[in-house]
C-alpha cells in the first residue's frame, strides 16, 4: 500500500512539472487596430503579437516576424534608415521584409493577415517562411 502511495505521488509530481514547463497561452488572433490608423509606406510594431505591422505603399498589409531568418535576433525597424537592421550580424530587410544584406538567407517570415469591418487583425499562430516577396503576399483591403 505505501508503496503505491509512493508511486501516486511521484507521478503526481513530474505531471505538476510538465505543466508547469508548459508555454502560456496566448491569444493567437492579434487585433492592430482600423485601417485608417496605419499610414502607407510605415512600420508598426505590435508588442502583443511580437510582430510588426508594415503598411506598404498601396495601403496593403503585411505582417512580420521581429525574428531574423539568420539566427534568430530580435530585428529592430530603423525608420532613419527605412529598413530593419539586425543588431547580432547586421542583415538587413527591407519594408517587405526581402533581405538587402546578408548573412540572413531569406527574408523575415510573416503571419496571414485578415481585415474584418476595418479592423486589421493578424493570427500569429501561423508562421508563414517565404523565398522572396510577392505582392499576393499583402492583404489589401
Known amino acids: 500500500m505505501a508503496a503505491a502511495e509512493f508511486g501516486w505521488l511521484g507521478l503526481s509530481f513530474m505531471n505538476s512539472r510538465k505543466e508547469r514547463n508548459r508555454p502560456a497561452k496566448t491569444e493567437s488572433i492579434v487585433t492592430a487596430g482600423s485601417v485608417e490608423r496605419f499610414t502607407p509606406g510605415t512600420v508598426t510594431a505590435v508588442p502583443v503579437g511580437q510582430f510588426y505591422l508594415a503598411c506598404l505603399g498601396d495601403g496593403s498589409f503585411l505582417a512580420l516576424s521581429r525574428t531574423c531568418t539568420h539566427l534568430g535576433c530580435s ?7 527605412n529598413k530593419f537592421v539586425c543588431p547580432c550580424h547586421g542583415s538587413t530587410f527591407s519594408l517587405t521584409g526581402e533581405v538587402l544584406t546578408a548573412p540572413a ?3 523575415l517570415d510573416t503571419y496571414p493577415v485578415r481585415i474584418e469591418n476595418g479592423i486589421v487583425k493578424v493570427d500569429t499562430s501561423v508562421t508563414q517562411k517565404r523565398e522572396r516577396f510577392e505582392p499576393a503576399q499583402a492583404t489589401r483591403i
Open 75 to 81: 530585428v529592430p525597424w530603423d525608420e532613419e534608415k
Open 105 to 107: 538567407p531569406r527574408p
